[in-house]
């Protein structure tokens, strides 16, 4: 019997190793890996470059304390704000972390501009992570239930909604940040079209605010661009990453631009663990590898063409509510829960979530090619004709 914590559903399957986008269980079963372990390895398994970066570098030094200098962090965070035009990055494990460091800095930023008791304007279905203060910003109570009572500073209101927005604006002197996805992941891939991300630029920039970019699960090329804000071209003041940020290895940072940036000093913040060589080199090798293999180029191309065959696949089928999403960040909605599909694709040798109950979520790795694709579109369609037909 397992001594590991029972925090997870988990299905009965144990992997051995992983080949490109293909994963192999204890029985040498075969699986497409349309998942890449929720958006975390953005090269797919067992990368040639990826492999050679973390060994390498395991050979040489593993961790050093943040006490001392770190040239591959000073390496990484250089090519992190060059991608993004921004100024600042400060390294953690996770994309939760990177997300406490944003709350921290937002309560900073009001503090230093009097308010005593600032707030954060938050949207519904948003996860912004686990911790006691992302899990109190995040949009789900059935997340935040057992938990209470939550920290209080923020304010929620309905995704995309600029006009609730502004209406507390009108009267809520209180609010330092608004903090939200460009696409919902856990919410149900739930794209925000590119006026809302401008007429949110321009109230921020109105009214003080920081505009603050959880790009955790759609950064790092996932969506065509290196970040989804760069498709409405709305520069955050802050933004969040972590997931496929090293392809794997565990690493998160917190992102600041104009006046977000000089925030934090010495003893403000801080991560043992964060930002480390190992994590660095893996995080080094992903970013060479996105630009030299135009992998952004690719999931462009891969996602239209998973979207398209999807939509040709189940044209008319009663049941299908939407396909949508950006690059390889895909959801097809249905119109009931589905959770069962996650364990029937598994049995089928395919890989993938459901989120928000109703969602299928599809975050392939960005090395997928346009014959995994077909192929991945072959296996699901029927499996969701079948679903809709028969529950």
Same mark, same amino acid.
């Given at each position: 019997?397992?001594?590991?914590?029972?925090?997870?559903?988990r299905?009965?399957?144990?992997?051995?190793?992983?080949?490109?986008?293909?994963?192999?269980?204890?029985?040498g079963?075969?699986?497409?890996?349309a998942?890449s372990g929720?958006?975390?390895?953005?090269l797919?398994?067992?990368?040639?470059?990826?492999?050679?970066?973390?060994?390498?570098?395991?050979?040489?030094?593993i961790?050093t304390?943040?006490l001392y200098?770190?040239?591959l962090?000073?390496q990484?965070?250089?090519?992190?704000?060059e991608?993004?035009?921004?100024?600042?990055?400060?390294?953690?494990?996770s994309?939760?972390?990177?997300?406490?460091?944003?709350?921290k800095l937002?309560?900073?930023y009001g503090h230093?501009?009097?308010?005593?008791?600032?707030h954060?304007?938050?949207?519904?279905?948003?996860?912004?992570?686990?911790?006691?203060?992302?899990l109190?910003?995040?949009?789900?109570?059935k997340?935040?239930?057992g938990?209470e009572?939550?920290v209080?500073?923020f304010?929620?209101?309905?995704?995309k909604?600029?006009?609730?927005?502004?209406?507390?604006?009108?009267?809520?002197?209180?609010?330092?940040a608004?903090?939200?996805?460009?696409?919902?992941?856990e919410g149900?891939?739930?794209?925000?079209?590119?006026?809302?991300?401008?007429?949110?630029?321009?109230?921020c920039?109105?009214?003080?605010?920081?505009?603050?970019?959880?790009?955790v699960?759609?950064?790092?090329?996932?969506?065509?661009?290196?970040?989804?804000?760069?498709h409405?071209g709305?520069?955050?003041d802050?933004?969040?990453?972590?997931?496929g940020?090293?392809s794997? $290895?565990? &690493? =998160?940072a917190?992102?600041t631009? %104009?006046? #977000?940036?000089? *925030?934090? !000093?010495?003893?403000?913040h801080?991560?043992t663990f964060?930002?480390?060589?190992?994590?660095?080199?893996?995080?080094?090798?992903?970013f060479?590898?996105?630009?030299e293999d135009?992998?952004?180029d690719?999931? $462009?191309? &891969? =996602?239209?063409?998973i979207?398209? %065959?999807? #939509?040709?696949? *189940?044209? !008319?089928?009663a049941?299908v509510?939407?396909?949508r999403?950006?690059g390889?960040m895909?959801?097809?909605?249905?119109?009931r829960p589905c959770?069962?599909?996650?364990a029937?694709?598994?049995e089928?040798?395919?890989?993938?979530?459901?989120?928000?109950e109703?969602?299928?979520?599809l975050?392939?790795?960005?090395t997928?090619?346009a014959?995994?694709?077909?192929?991945?579109?072959?296996m699901?369609?029927?499996?969701?004709?079948?679903?809709?037909?028969?529950?």
């Open positions: 019997m397992s001594h590991v914590m029972n925090t997870y559903a299905l009965p399957i144990a992997f051995t190793h992983g080949e490109g986008v293909w994963m192999y269980d204890e029985t079963k075969r699986y497409l890996d998942l929720i958006a975390v390895n953005t797919g398994h067992n990368h040639p470059r990826l492999v050679k970066a973390v060994a390498d570098q395991a050979g040489k030094l961790h304390s943040n200098r770190i040239p962090q000073e990484f965070s250089d090519r992190i704000a991608t993004a035009g921004m100024d600042e990055v400060f390294f953690c494990n994309g939760c972390e990177a997300n406490e460091a944003a709350i937002a309560r900073m230093k501009k009097g308010i005593e008791l600032p954060i304007i938050v949207m519904e279905s948003a996860f912004h992570g686990r911790t006691m203060a992302t109190s910003a995040t949009g789900n109570r997340a935040q239930a938990f009572p939550l209080q500073g304010i929620r209101v309905p995704y909604d600029i006009e609730a927005i502004r209406k507390i604006a009108e009267h809520d002197h209180t609010v330092v608004v903090m939200l996805e460009m696409i919902q992941g149900g891939v739930n794209v925000a079209d590119e006026t809302f991300q401008r007429e949110l630029r321009a109230l920039d109105d009214k003080g605010w920081l505009m603050m970019c959880d790009e699960q759609c950064g790092m090329g996932r969506t065509g661009k290196w970040y989804g804000w760069q409405a709305t520069k955050p802050v933004m969040t990453l972590a997931k940020l090293a794997g $290895v565990p &690493i =998160g917190c992102v631009s %104009g006046k #977000a940036t000089g *925030l934090f !000093g010495p003893g403000n801080g991560s964060g930002g480390n060589p190992l994590a660095c080199a893996a995080g080094l090798a992903t060479d590898t996105i630009v135009r992998l952004m690719n999931a $462009v191309a &891969i =996602g239209d063409q979207r398209k %065959g999807m #939509a040709e696949a *189940l044209v !008319g089928v049941g509510v939407d396909i999403g950006r390889l895909i959801g097809i909605e249905l119109d959770g069962v599909l996650m029937r694709a598994a089928q040798g395919l890989l993938l979530s459901v989120t928000a109703r969602v299928i979520r975050l392939p790795a960005l997928f090619t014959d995994e694709a077909r192929t991945l579109v072959a699901l369609a029927p499996m969701v004709r079948d679903f809709l037909a028969n529950g």
